[in-house]
T-cell receptor, first 114, second 113 residues
């Protein structure tokens, strides 16, 4: 069964460092998303991406964040200068172009900023 | 504002008992509604979805949910709990088929042997 793959599963970084979280969406999907879940809190939308551009972003997704689909398969989330409060589980999701279909989520990357 | 409310952050049921996890939504237009399950240290897996067809939706692992417009609810049920059902359950909403999901705060289900 096709699945969304995220790497790494866990990343520890020092405050102020840049991190790149990687995702390989399901191959025929056209809509891509990043969500995050701070420990003990709900899953929050960060950004959606379609047709090689951001289609919507939340207020969390400030200038420190960026997304890219560099090679037609990977979908990355970059945090330029990490803060302690960026520590969270980050989920990538993708969805097919068909109506009434659900988003498929990856296993997540746990980011710990120290 | 469009939102999803899950009543009860923790629910405990005995093995074999009925599972009822509550979800209410607010939406100015008919929503698409979803239940996702998250097992420990894993990602989000879709249990079931409502997309304006049948109001009673059956999902995986014996779960089902009923869309009640008059109550703005989409509660998740399972007739008989199993130990393997212990997990965190998230109700989520989107307005259109390809829009972002808005999640509830989640309900942690514990099964008592």
């Amino acid at each position: 069964e096709p699945e969304v793959t995220q790497t790494p599963s866990h990343q520890v970084t020092q405050m102020g460092q840049e991190v790149i979280l990687r995702c390989v969406p399901i191959s025929n999907h056209l809509y891509f998303y990043w969500y995050r879940q701070i420990l003990g809190q709900k899953v929050e939308f960060l950004v959606s991406f379609y047709n090689n551009e951001i289609s919507e972003k939340s207020e969390i997704f400030d200038d420190q964040f960026s997304v890219e689909r560099p090679d037609g398969s990977n979908f990355t989330l970059k945090i330029r200068s990490t803060k302690l409060e960026d520590s969270a589980m980050y989920f990538c999701a993708s969805r097919s172009p068909d109506v009434y279909t659900e988003a498929f989520f990856g296993q997540g990357t746990r980011l710990t900023v120290v | 504002a469009q939102s999803v409310t899950q009543l009860g952050s923790h629910v405990s049921v005995s093995e074999g008992a009925l599972v009822l996890l509550r979800c209410n939504y607010s939406s100015s237009v008919p929503p698409y509604l979803f239940w996702y399950v998250q097992y420990p240290n894993q990602g989000l897996q879709l249990l079931l979805k409502y997309t304006s067809a049948a109001t009673l939706v059956k999902g995986i692992n014996g779960f089902e949910a009923e869309f009640k417009k008059s109550e703005t609810s989409f509660h998740l049920t399972k007739p008989s709990a199993h130990m393997s059902d212990a997990a965190e359950y998230f109700c989520a909403r989107s307005i259109f088929g390809n829009e972002k999901l808005t999640f509830g705060t989640g309900t942690r289900l514990t099964i008592i042997p």
